[in-house]
Structures are given as C-alpha cells and as structure tokens.
C-alpha cells in the first residue's frame, strides 16, 4: 500500500534551522514529483516547494532563498532544508506525491509534521 510517512518537524528558534523528511513506499518513486505543502493555522494550505521526476524545482516566494527541496531515489526519499526559520512558517507540513499531468494536490498525501517556530 501506498504509504509517505513525514519526520522532522519540532520547536525552533527564529533564525534556526530543521530539515524534513518524506519517506515513500508502495509507489514508484523515481517516477513521480514530490512536493511538500504546508497549512498554518487559520490559513488554507499552500504550495511550499516541487521537485519533479528529473530534479526541477520550484519554490514558493515566501520561502525562496530559505527552503531547499531535494530527493534521494536510492531511498524513496524527498527533503526540505529550512534555514532561517520564521515565525510565519509555523504550520503542519505535508508530503505529497503525483505523476505529470495531475492536479495540483492530487495524488497521495502523507499524515504531516508540525514545524512551530517560536522564542
């Protein structure tokens, strides 16, 4: 069965750093893009970073500069290094994987991690 198990997430400093990790099972990883998204509370989820099947990426604005999505196909695995690390980016954090064509948000989600940024 298909399966994204998120990890990483915790309480951090303005200004710190975590890094999030996307472990996948049940589908063939290589092939799908990966992208993290992100819902704060009161807010509706957003877009934070996609990476697709061959490497490309891209970023939202609010996190362009801070955020680094990668991939590691050997692992079945997507990251998102956030430095600098804000207030504004407290929120539950989603994986989510989807094949070329599909809807942005389609796809298989998985269940998130909490990132509350906070002195």
């Known amino acids: 069965q298909v399966q994204l198990v998120e990890s990483g997430g915790g309480l951090v400093q303005p200004g710190g750093s975590l890094r999030l990790s996307c472990a996948a099972s049940?589908?063939?990883?290589?092939?799908?893009?990966m992208a993290w998204y992100r819902q704060a509370p009161g807010k509706q989820r957003e877009l934070v970073a996609r990476?697709?099947?061959?490497?490309?990426?891209i970023y939202a604005d609010s996190v362009k500069g801070r955020f680094t999505i990668s991939r590691d196909n050997a692992k079945n695995t997507v990251y998102l290094q956030m430095i600098n690390l804000k207030p504004e980016d407290t929120a539950d954090y989603y994986c989510?994987?989807?094949?070329?064509?599909?809807?942005?948000?389609?796809?298989?989600w998985g269940q998130g991690t909490q990132v509350t940024v906070s002195s």
């Open positions: 989510n994987a989807g094949l070329p064509g599909w809807n942005n948000g389609a796809g298989y």
């Open positions: 990476i697709t099947s061959i490497g490309s990426t």
């Open positions: 049940g589908i063939s990883f290589s092939i799908y893009y």
